[in-house]
């Protein structure tokens, strides 16, 4: 996925974005203003891949029998409200990049969270048979599996 | 961004990364085909841009100190596990895949949002003013 095999990528989790409302106009314009330049910085910099704002409604899909609910997930405050894909060397450097945000001062929240390389099929399966292997004290690889990835354990 | 334009962006947000505790391992491999097909058929099908599984170690950045602690934000039933971008024609057509979820019988809770066409700045800064005014 990464042209830089020595980066990584990080997801990086807005929530309580609508913090800003509780400043003036002034104060608003100012952290807009922060916040363009900060964004635009990280993609001329190539470290922001992607840069996407969630609309405040949605679907929460849970069950066996697929109950479907308004969303979002969360309250409002604790809700994702946006995110950046960062491509950076290591969690430090994406917590560095967290700690620019210029609406935390308002009171919003950035989750800092790796990417692992592998697709996530592959990654679930690798993580759910190790722990399975702790569970049962057992080695258990399947000799035949349309998951490639696990006959790498 | 899209060359159909009357499609749209949602996000599927996964929660509940424990969902195969209590399988067998060929309940567990079972269910991960299951898995591989339904996302291989997505995309193919030009409605999964794509996905991820997010790692569990993270961090959580807050308030004006910068404080950092461990995260993820929230417990580990209601962390977010993974994503998947579609690109559909509707939340109803975003709904409908996320009902499709194979894990969706072990604990998966499958969150459908829209995502702005706009990025967050321009976003934010067209909406705020309107919020404040109000």
Known sequence: ?153 | MNNASEKSDYLLLFRGADWHRGLSPDEIQKTMTVWMGWFNRLVEEGRCKGGQSLGPDSKVVSGKMKNVVDGPYAEAKESVAGYFLLTVGSLEEATEIAKECPTLGYGTTVEVRPLLARCAASEMAATKPATVHA
């Open chain 1, 1 to 153: 996925m990464s042209s830089a095999s020595t980066k990584s990528e990080y997801l990086l989790l807005f929530r309580n974005t609508d913090c800003l409302a509780t400043l003036s106009a002034e104060e608003i314009k100012k952290v807009m203003v922060e916040w363009v330049a900060w964004s635009d910085r990280l993609i001329a910099e190539g470290r922001a891949k992607a840069n996407r704002a969630l609309g405040r409604t949605g679907k929460i899909v849970s069950g066996k029998d697929r109950n479907i609910t308004d969303g979002p997930f969360a309250e409002a405050k604790e809700a994702v409200a946006g995110y950046f894909l960062v491509e950076v060397a290591d969690l430090d450097e994406a917590l560095a990049i967290a700690r620019e945000c210029p609406t935390l001062s308002c009171g919003a929240t950035v989750e800092v969270r790796p990417m692992p390389k592998e697709c996530p099929a592959h990654q679930l399966a690798a993580a759910t048979l190790r722990e399975i292997d702790g569970f049962f004290g057992r080695q258990s690889v399947p000799e035949s599996s349309a998951v490639g990835a696990v006959s790498t354990i």
